[in-house]
């Protein structure tokens, strides 16, 4: 599907120079002299790489059309995450180095959005937050503003982020799975 260039959003998925592009920036430039241009960040989906390119609104581009799925994710192997349609009971891998660190949140049986292009994954939607446990944290030292002050701790899947001063070993809370964020505490 051809978009104009000043049609370009983050998040959307774009052919451009035989390769496939995820937007991650895109600024309006209006210049005193000329006419105003997109000035959009690129990341290749396949290599990783990135780019820089100006769009006029003249230009056009290729729209990726992506095939949205739902899955559930199964188990893991060394190189691999496996997961379930939900419609046909189908399943397919695919290779961790697509998740990156994210793979370390996703629980058996947990729903997420797969992206395709061409029967090829290219994105793995994960839900926007995810229950886990506290494994260690320091204790908190008295005196200290809950407000201002966190301190670190480690999840029951390895993964390291900062808590307020209230939460203890054994507590559950609530991790935005985007920012790797504490939320809250589930009581």
């Not at 006029?56 to 349609?85: G, P, Q, T």
């Not at 998740?99 to 290219?122: C, I, P, Y």
Request: aromatic share 6%.
């Amino acid at each position: 599907m051809k978009i104009l260039g000043n049609e370009i959003k983050p998040g959307m998925i774009i052919e451009h120079k035989n390769d496939l592009w995820s937007v991650l920036k895109t600024q309006h430039v209006k210049p005193g002299k000329g006419g105003a241009f997109n000035q959009v960040e690129l990341k290749s989906v396949k290599k990783g790489t990135k780019l820089n390119e100006r769009f006029r609104s003249s230009d056009s581009v290729e729209r990726a059309i992506l095939d949205d799925k739902k899955f559930n994710f199964l188990y893991e192997d060394e190189n691999n995450c496996h997961f379930m349609d939900q419609t046909n009971f189908e399943q397919i891998q695919i290779n961790k180095s697509l998740l990156g660190d994210r793979n370390k949140l996703l629980k058996e049986n947990m729903e997420v959005n797969v992206q395709f292009h061409d029967d090829q994954a290219l994105s793995v939607e994960l839900p926007s937050s995810v229950e886990l446990k506290i494994e260690t944290t320091d204790a908190a030292i008295k005196g200290q503003t809950a407000s201002s002050s966190y301190k670190p701790a480690t999840l029951e899947n390895g993964i390291k982020i900062m808590v307020p001063p209230f939460i203890n070993i054994g507590d559950n809370i609530v991790l935005d799975t985007r920012t790797l964020e504490y939320l809250k505490k589930v009581k």
